[in-house]
């Protein structure tokens, strides 16, 4: 039986550990691995040629351009793991609270803020969910992420985020839910894996979690992971999660979650990530 082939983009100065992981895992599963890491300048001929022998291409890069270079495969005609579609959601704060309203998966009380503060201020007065948290509705890592506690406070954070950023764009503000961050990995529907990640200040997701342990899933959180599944459509993805009393809330998913929290576990998932590509090819 012919090997399959498949491509992976990364963004690293040196292997780390998940690199090592994926090419460990992908000679014990007869794989071809094609390496792609897009901090080196490449051409779109270099790309091509690249992935033309890639039965499919799989993203472990946060890096925004990593994206066009999906969206650039896929017209290529080479399959890719996570369609570009679906950074839609992913990238989008605004859309995925939409999609999640539209599918009846819980998830926080937003609204989109216009760009007139005149009409923002009236806006947040009428939300009334203090302390609020407003948010660009796109970016990473926490970055364009705010708490304020009154409507002075809110006009000002938006305005700094204009500021700091090349161009003026949308921003939604959120209710704040006091929250440990939880996790959940999953490969084709299916949780692999679950960490709460804990931190001394309000935000706890991303970079800012300090301490990690694991959850156990409920009912609950298995109805809300088949939902987003069939919503998204996505084979890879992490989903963040808050607790309000006795209530999960989805906060966002990741279509390039990291393998990281376990370090025993980091090789099993990664081996799991690539049973479920080489079915996609």
Not at 90 to 109: A, G, H, Q, R, V
Not at 129 to 138: A, D, M, Q, S, Y
Not at 162 to 190: D, M
Request: net charge positive; glycine share 4%; proline share 2%.
């Amino acid at each position: 039986m012919k090997k399959k082939v498949i491509g992976y983009i990364y963004s690293e100065q040196k292997f780390t550990k998940d690199e090592k992981a994926f090419l460990k895992q992908a000679k014990k599963k007869d794989i071809d691995l094609v390496l792609i890491n897009i901090l080196n300048e490449i051409t779109e001929e270099e790309l091509k040629e690249k992935v033309k022998d890639c039965d499919v291409v799989f993203n472990n890069s946060g890096e925004d351009f990593a994206i066009e270079l999906i969206k650039t495969i896929e017209e290529m005609g080479t399959k890719v793991g996570e369609p570009s579609k679906s950074y839609y959601y992913s990238e989008d704060k605004w859309m995925f609270y939409l999609e999640c309203e539209k599918n009846k998966i819980p998830t926080l009380k937003t609204i989109l803020l216009s760009e007139n503060v005149n009409i923002a201020r009236k806006e947040l007065e009428e939300f009334a969910h203090w302390p609020v948290i407003l948010k660009r509705v796109c970016g990473t890592r926490g970055e364009y992420v705010d708490k304020a506690d009154n409507v002075k406070q809110a006009v000002a954070i938006m305005e700094r985020f204009w500021k700091k950023g090349s161009e003026k764009l949308p921003i939604i503000a959120q209710e704040f839910v006091p929250s440990h961050s939880y996790r959940i990995t999953v490969i084709k529907g299916v949780p692999v894996q679950t960490a709460i990640k804990k931190s001394h200040g309000w935000k706890s997701t991303g970079v800012y979690a300090k301490r990690i342990s694991k959850f156990k899933l409920d009912n609950t959180l298995n109805s809300i992971v088949s939902k987003l599944t069939k919503s998204f459509g996505m084979t890879v993805y992490g989903v963040d999660l808050l607790k309000k009393g006795d209530d999960w809330l989805v906060l966002e998913i990741n279509c390039e979650p990291a393998f990281d929290f376990f370090e025993n576990q980091r090789e099993k998932i990664i081996g799991q990530v690539l049973d479920a590509l080489k079915l996609a090819c």
